[in-house]
């Protein structure tokens, strides 16, 4: 596995909920609690927004959640704001030589 | 806070050595808590995780990698530096040194971030 999956776009209204996927294997997301999420604006470096599945770093707003259900973990933002158009990167753990995969990667728009 | 900031040639002609150092402020190297890590991110791409150093020296590169990448700490500098030898077109990117946070001895996540450094390889 070279990469974790997340789907290439997902979009919402300003104040609608939307969820990020994030698809691994037993050897990665489904197998560890160290998945964490991070936040791209263009031209930006990626910010860590949560990290060990659900807990967000001091200072990141409560409206990102994230969750896991067996090899897929999630990012929810709720309250959806113009400024949280940006790209999401998920990222595991792996038991293979690899230690540390990202995901694909998914383009928030705000519509 | 703890800030990082890399530095270095953002133009290297193919099949020499690309050098960057990322230089820690606000905090130690040597706290013994973190591990300290290169990532890039091809224009228009995904992220690549390229390795991590603790601030024994001892390392962990991605295997894919692996032949070209030398990652080093000077902790009397407070500074680690990433070498990838023998560059081509494709290791055009962006490139990231982090702050790699573990759990039980594994990486777990990165932060902060440096502001990022584009190299581009070119003649």
């Known amino acids: 596995q070279s990469a974790l999956t997340q789907p290439a776009s997902v979009s919402g209204s300003p104040g609608q909920s939307i969820t990020i996927s994030c698809t691994g294997t037993?050897?990665?997301?489904?197998?560890?609690?160290?998945v964490s999420w991070y936040q791209q604006h263009p031209g930006k470096a990626p910010k860590l927004i949560i990290y060990e599945v659900s807990n967000r770093p001091s200072g990141v707003s409560n409206r990102f959640s994230g969750s896991k259900s067996g090899n897929t973990a999630s990012l929810s933002i709720s309250g959806l704001q113009a400024e949280d158009e940006a790209d999401y990167y998920c990222s595991s753990y792996t038991s293979s030589s690899t230690l540390l995969l990202f995901g694909t990667g998914t383009k928030v728009t705000v519509l | 806070q703890v800030q990082l900031q890399e530095s270095g040639p953002g133009l290297v002609k193919p099949s020499q050595t690309l050098s960057l150092t990322c230089t820690v402020s606000?905090?130690?190297?040597?706290?013994?808590?973190?591990?300290w890590g290169w990532i890039r991110q091809h224009p228009g791409k995904g992220l690549e995780w390229i390795g991590y150093?603790?601030?024994?020296?001892?390392?962990y590169y991605n295997p894919s990698l692996k032949s070209r990448v030398t990652i080093s700490v000077n902790t009397s500098k407070n500074h680690f530096s990433l070498k990838l030898s023998s560059v081509t077109a494709a290791d055009t990117a962006v490139y990231y040194c982090?702050?790699?946070?573990?759990?039980?001895?594994?990486?777990?996540?990165?932060?902060?971030w440096g502001q990022g450094i584009l190299v581009t390889v070119s003649s």
């Open positions: 037993s050897s990665d997301v489904g197998g560890y609690d160290f």
């Open positions: 982090a702050r790699v946070g573990t759990q039980i001895g594994d990486p777990n996540w990165f932060d902060p």
């Open positions: 150093i603790f601030d024994s020296g001892s390392t």
């Open positions: 606000g905090g130690s190297i040597s706290s013994g808590d973190y591990y």
